[in-house]
Nanobody, 119 residues
Framework: QVQLVESGGGLVQPGGSLRLSCAASGSIFSINAVGWYRQAPGQQRELVALITTGGSTDYADSVKGRFTISRDNAKNTVYLQMNSLKPEDTAVYYC?????????????WGQGTQVAVSS
C-alpha cells in the first residue's frame, strides 16, 4: 500500500503562486505514476497534472504554461508549482498514485488540500 499526504494549500490572490507537496510512503517501488487532481464544488474531479516514474509529464489544457509538476525521489515527494493562479483554479487538490504490485493495479488518494484564489 501507499500513503499520500498533501500540503501547501491556502488562500492566494489572483496572479499569485502556490506550491503543493505530496509526500509518499509505503510501497514506493510500486508507484507507476503520480497525478494531481482537483475538485471544485459541484464539479467532477479532474486531472490537473501527471508525472510517471520515467519522468514524462502531462497537463490539463487549462493549466499548461502555468503549472509545473516535478518530483524529488530522495524525499519521495511530488510537487505542483502553480503560478498565475486564477479564481477558477479554486478547488480541493488531491494527490493520486497509480501502483502495480502483485500483478494488480491500484490507486491511492491523499486527503486533499484546499486552494482558494480570491481577491
Amino acid at each position: 500500500q501507499v500513503q499520500l499526504v498533501e500540503s501547501g494549500g491556502g488562500l492566494v490572490q489572483p496572479g499569485g503562486s502556490l506550491r503543493l507537496s505530496c509526500a509518499a510512503s509505503g510501497s514506493i517501488f510500486s508507484i507507476n505514476a503520480v497525478g494531481w487532481y482537483r475538485q471544485a464544488p459541484g464539479q467532477q474531479r479532474e486531472l490537473v497534472a501527471l508525472i510517471t516514474t520515467g519522468g514524462s509529464t502531462d497537463y490539463a489544457d487549462s493549466v499548461k504554461g502555468r503549472f509545473t509538476i516535478s518530483r524529488d525521489n530522495a524525499k519521495n515527494t511530488v510537487y505542483l508549482q502553480m503560478n498565475s493562479l486564477k479564481p477558477e483554479d479554486t478547488a480541493v487538490y488531491y494527490c493520486n498514485a497509480e501502483t502495480f504490485e502483485n500483478n494488480s493495479w491500484s490507486r491511492y488518494w491523499g486527503q486533499g488540500t484546499q486552494v482558494a484564489v480570491s481577491s
